[in-house]
């Protein structure tokens, strides 16, 4: 079974403060991403990474950054949290470019 | 217009009854598709991709469409677990992967 797993299911955080989500999976997959999911606007992506170190934009990249130095481990970085970043934070894998993607539970991140 | 559609629903079905619904995609360069079912408060899961020849697992079985750009899934005998959100996913590459905003269901007993 293929197994995403994220650092924290629920993190409140206060405005200012930076904040790391850490992602990890252990099926050995080359794509990783980052999404936040909103009530009626969906899942949005944030960044993704198809190799280590390398990382390109989504859709929605502002306010945040990424690391991946190790081929398992995908994190997302809020350099300065907003309320505005309040959201459900979903971390996925994926073995192949066009292959189906793997969800982690998801982070609830509360900013106040 | 949106690069995938969903019906929002709410689709409120019997329990045993046949439901399907429908997903349009407007990139013909889409190379996969996927549904994903997710409950509430909790992450998307895989329920099946879909081929072009269509494929069933169970009770469910979904449709690819080209020609007219859309893909479908129909839920046979529909349980009470059955309700959730279903979300329809195209993908053509890499970071090209569009999530619908998905149909809500509720079997009702």
């Known amino acids: 079974d293929v197994k995403v797993t994220q650092s924290s299911r629920y993190l409140v955080k206060r405005t200012g403060e930076k904040v790391f989500l850490e992602c990890v999976q252990d099926m050995d997959h080359e794509n990783m991403f980052w999404y936040r999911q909103d009530p009626g606007l969906g899942l949005r992506l944030i960044y993704f990474?198809?190799?280590?170190?390398?990382?390109e934009k989504g859709d929605i990249p502002e306010g945040y950054s990424v690391s991946r130095e190790k081929k398992e481990r995908f994190s997302l970085i809020l350099e300065s949290a907003s309320t505005n970043q309040t959201s459900m934070y979903l971390c996925?894998?994926?073995?192949?470019?066009?292959?189906?993607?793997?969800f982690g539970p998801g982070t609830r991140l509360t900013v106040t | 217009r949106k690069e995938v559609e969903q019906d929002p629903g709410p689709f409120n079905v019997p329990e045993g009854a046949t439901v399907a619904f429908n997903c349009t995609y407007s990139n013909s360069a889409s190379q996969s598709f996927f549904w994903y079912r997710q409950d509430c408060r909790k992450e998307p899961k895989l329920l099946m991709s879909v081929y072009s020849s269509g494929n069933e697992d169970g009770r469910f079985t979904a449709q690819l469409n080209r020609a007219s750009q859309y893909i479908s899934l129909l839920i046979r005998d529909s349980k009470l677990s059955d309700s959730a959100t279903y979300l329809c996913v195209a993908r053509r590459g890499d970071d090209k992967i569009i999530f619908g905003k998905g149909t809500r269901l509720h079997i009702l007993p």
């Open positions: 990474s198809y190799d280590v170190k390398m990382k």
């Open positions: 996925a894998s994926s073995p192949l470019s066009y292959g189906e993607q793997y």
